[in-house]
């Protein structure tokens, strides 16, 4: 068998991993039909479909599953060997808010790190208004949050967050009890719909529990102490969106977008890649 195609094994991790041939092209900065092209050709040199593709999903196939460790591996080592003797490592500063971020965060670093293994990571988790303002200072290279109000025609729109109403499997609420809240405090943006839309509804409501971010909040969830007011993504395993089953009025959805003036290759490949990582848990 000839050598494979480094190129092609990397299009095919991307793939496996976003679920999609639209956002692993843009991780690579090529077009879909490329992408396509590549993992054609890399099917028909190892004589087995890798992906099975429907108009709505893209999934590994058995033997696609099978391949998957030992290509995320080569391209890995290939990616090391290249770098290996750079001497400049390059830093990247970037702020995200913890309204998004959930237990998926060791698989966005994993990901920005086979990207660019010399790659310095700074990350910094906060408020979505926080990471602005650090971004409008200039101590952030990037920063990818909900869309603030002021800034409707700025920034990548990147996806658009669901969020829910969050509580543990068997959780029940009490006759006559107010619906008990897990959120992240008067300054969050997604408590105060929550809050509106169910004094709207005419639902009473008490606040048991503040955290700061979607793990921490989403946590109390977990816990039974309370409904976690948070996007479906980050909510943890356990748990269910009780909305429909008490009748809670429908949350709104967000975008996430990101801020970034980087417009050297390297840094934007990565932001490329983290971008389209988050947006494929968005919408798996």
């Given at each position: 068998?000839?050598?494979?195609?480094?190129?092609?094994?990397?299009a095919?991790?991307?793939?496996?991993?976003?679920?999609?041939?639209?956002?692993?092209a843009?991780?690579?900065?090529?077009?879909?039909?490329?992408?396509?092209?590549?993992?054609?050709?890399?099917?028909?040199?190892?004589?087995r479909r890798?992906?099975?593709?429907?108009?709505?999903?893209?999934?590994?196939?058995?033997e696609?599953?099978?391949?998957?460790?030992?290509?995320?591996?080569?391209?890995?080592?290939?990616?090391?060997?290249?770098?290996?003797?750079?001497?400049?490592?390059?830093?990247?500063?970037?702020?995200?808010?913890?309204?998004?971020?959930?237990?998926?965060?060791?698989?966005?670093?994993?990901?920005?790190?086979?990207?660019?293994?010399s790659?310095?990571?700074?990350?910094?988790?906060?408020?979505?208004?926080?990471?602005m303002?650090?971004?409008?200072?200039?101590?952030l290279?990037?920063?990818l949050?909900?869309?603030?109000?002021?800034r409707r025609?700025?920034?990548?729109?990147?996806?658009?967050?669901?969020?829910?109403?969050?509580?543990?499997?068997?959780?029940?609420?009490?006759?006559?009890?107010?619906?008990p809240?897990?959120?992240?405090?008067?300054?969050?943006?997604?408590?105060?719909?929550?809050?509106?839309?169910?004094?709207?509804?005419?639902i009473?409501?008490?606040?048991?529990?503040?955290?700061?971010?979607?793990?921490?909040?989403?946590?109390?969830?977990a816990?039974?102490?309370?409904?976690?007011v948070?996007?479906?993504?980050?909510?943890?395993?356990?748990?269910?969106?009780?909305?429909?089953?008490?009748?809670l009025?429908?949350?709104?959805?967000?975008?996430?977008?990101?801020?970034?003036?980087?417009?050297?290759?390297?840094?934007?490949?990565?932001?490329?890649?983290?971008?389209?990582?988050?947006?494929?848990?968005?919408?798996?």
């Amino acid at each position: 068998m000839k050598a494979l195609d480094l190129d092609a094994v990397k299009a095919f991790v991307l793939i496996a991993d976003m679920q999609s041939f639209t956002r692993a092209a843009q991780a690579l900065d090529t077009t879909q039909s490329a992408i396509s092209l590549k993992l054609r050709r890399l099917e028909d040199q190892l004589g087995r479909r890798l992906l099975e593709r429907t108009p709505r999903q893209v999934r590994l196939s058995a033997e696609g599953a099978v391949f998957l460790d030992a290509a995320r591996s080569l391209v890995g080592a290939h990616e090391r060997a290249v770098t290996s003797f750079q001497v400049e490592q390059r830093r990247l500063t970037i702020g995200i808010s913890h309204q998004i971020v959930g237990s998926e965060l060791p698989a966005l670093l994993r990901r920005m790190n086979e990207h660019d293994p010399s790659l310095l990571i700074e990350m910094r988790v906060a408020g979505s208004r926080e990471v602005m303002q650090a971004y409008e200072d200039g101590t952030l290279d990037a920063a990818l949050v909900l869309q603030p109000e002021n800034r409707r025609d700025q920034g990548e729109a990147l996806f658009s967050e669901d969020f829910a109403w969050i509580a543990a499997a068997n959780w029940k609420l009490q006759p006559g009890q107010p619906l008990p809240l897990s959120t992240q405090g008067d300054s969050c943006s997604i408590r105060a719909g929550a809050v509106r839309a169910l004094d709207q509804a005419g639902i009473p409501w008490t606040e048991v529990f503040i955290g700061k971010g979607a793990a921490v909040v989403g946590a109390a969830a977990a816990a039974g102490l309370a409904v976690a007011v948070i996007a479906r993504r980050t909510a943890p395993s356990g748990t269910v969106d009780i909305g429909p089953a008490l009748s809670l009025p429908k949350l709104p959805r967000q975008d996430v977008v990101l801020y970034t003036a980087l417009n050297d290759r390297r840094s934007r490949h990565a932001m490329s890649s983290l971008a389209a990582a988050f947006e494929s848990l968005a919408t798996a």
